[in-house]
Structure formats: structure tokens, C-alpha cells
């Protein structure tokens, strides 16, 4: 079995159909949440996912989405598009959002948004990676939320490690330690590097792989342009931040 881990779509459905064109059939897909917002295709990008994930969990925009809860705190640029997708996202579509859960939890590891327990903190430096870890027993927890591609490690001594995946690679798990796998983002990445991300998790081979891809930009931010939606939401796919 082979998973493959999409995290932070954001209406982007250049980018998710260049991200499933890379994952075979038999693999296994797992969301994290957030497929909708900034983007200019949120309808088509949770049908996909509905289609396609065999999991998957409530982002914060979602719930911005479906409830307007949250709004307050994003800035005008996420609030005005979060605005723009409440009057676009089907009935249908709404429905199966509502039936999500904040967290899904397999034998060996946990799939949340942001961090275990509350869902939509971000993970962002080691004392908050330290504080999730005491959250949750997981051995391995796959989050998103951040936008960026990285892992925390909880050492056998008790300490911290950390490492971005700025430009993709690999990790060979060891079984002596615990895990915080950020998958980066589909549909925006935040690490300076405009390619998305998402991983592969291989639990046979105790292997993760941070897949880097190309896409078509420009006609994404076209979309978003198109659509009315603000400009910085376009600049910042180029920009990857």
C-alpha cells in the first residue's frame, strides 16, 4: 500500500490534476483539508477529491466556507475570496463537506489540518511541535495548514528535530522516533518555492517522499484574475509565498 497525501488545494485545479496524474491507480489518496479558498475552481476541486480520496478532513476554509466561522481572522484577501466561494460551492458539494471530521486516525498514523487536537493551530516551530506531540500518542501525525513542506521529530532523548523539503526528498522513518510530516500545499505553496508539493507515505517501507511538481501557472492565475478574485492571489503562486 501506497498513500499519497494532498493537503491545502485551495481551488487550484491545475495544480491537483498535475498532483493526481503523478499517483497510480492503486495508490491510496488522503486529504488534509483546505480544498477550497483562494482558488478560482472550488466545485471542481472537492469533486475530485470526493472521487478520488479515500479520506479526508475539515480544513479551516471549509469551515469558513460551509459556516463562515473563522472569518474574522483571516486577512481581506482570504476573506474576500472564502466570500467569493460561498457564493459558489454547490449544494452537493456543501453536503459533503459537512459530513467530514476534523481528524482521521489509522492504526499507525493520524491525519489532521493543522495539529492534533486543535485542529487549526499551526505547527510552525519546535515548541509548538512539542506541544502536538503531547497531544496525541500517533507515531506519525501528517499535517498541512502551514503551507509548507517540512518534518518534526520527537528524539529519543526528547528533543526536536526539524527539516524543510524545500525542493522535495526523502525520510526513512525510524521506528525510535515520532513523526510530524508536513505535506506542503497543492494550490499555494509558502516555502519560496512555487512548485506545490504533497507526499508519498510508504508504512512497509517506513518511507516518506516530498514530490515537487510542475504545473501551469499562468492559467491559474488567469482564473483567478478572471474571476475577480484579488490580485495578490494570483502574484503569490509565482512567488511561492
Known amino acids: 500500500m501506497r498513500y499519497a497525501v494532498v493537503s491545502d488545494i485551495h481551488g487550484n485545479l491545475e ?3 498535475a498532483a493526481l496524474a503523478l499517483v497510480k491507480p492503486e495508490d491510496a489518496v488522503l486529504c488534509l483539508g483546505d480544498t477550497v479558498g483562494y482558488g ?40 474576500t475570496a472564502i466570500e467569493w466561494t460561498q457564493g459558489k460551492i454547490d449544494r452537493e458539494n456543501i453536503e459533503w ?42 507515531p506519525l501525525i501528517f499535517v498541512g495548514h502551514t503551507h509548507v513542506a517540512e518534518y518534526y521529530s520527537l528524539e529519543p532523548d526528547g528533543s526536536i528535530g526539524h527539516e524543510h523539503r524545500q525542493h522535495g526528498g526523502e525520510l526513512e522513518l ?3 522516533k515520532r513523526y510530524i510530516i508536513d505535506v506542503g500545499s497543492v494550490g499555494q505553496p509558502r516555502d519560496l518555492n512555487p512548485q506545490p508539493s504533497f507526499v508519498f507515505y510508504e508504512p512497509e517501507k517506513k518511507r516518506v517522499e516530498w514530490v515537487r511538481y510542475d504545473y501551469p501557472i499562468a492559467a491559474v492565475q488567469e482564473k483567478i484574475l478572471a474571476a475577480g478574485l484579488p490580485e495578490v492571489l494570483a502574484q503569490r503562486l509565482e512567488q511561492g509565498r
Open 15 to 17: 495544480s491537483l490534476q
Open 40 to 79: 478560482p475552481n472550488p466545485n471542481e476541486c472537492v469533486r475530485a477529491i470526493r472521487e478520488r480520496a479515500q479520506e479526508c478532513v475539515l480544513g479551516n476554509h471549509e469551515v469558513a466556507a460551509v459556516d463562515n466561522f473563522g472569518v474574522e481572522y483571516f486577512n481581506p484577501a482570504a476573506r
Open 97 to 138: 463537506l459537512n459530513g467530514l471530521g476534523y481528524e482521521v486516525r489509522f492504526p499507525e498514523f493520524l491525519l489532521v489540518h493543522g495539529a492534533p487536537v486543535n485542529y487549526f493551530e499551526y505547527i510552525l516551530d519546535k515548541r509548538q511541535a512539542k506541544a502536538a506531540f503531547e497531544r496525541t500518542d500517533a
Open 174 to 176: 525510524d521506528p525510535a
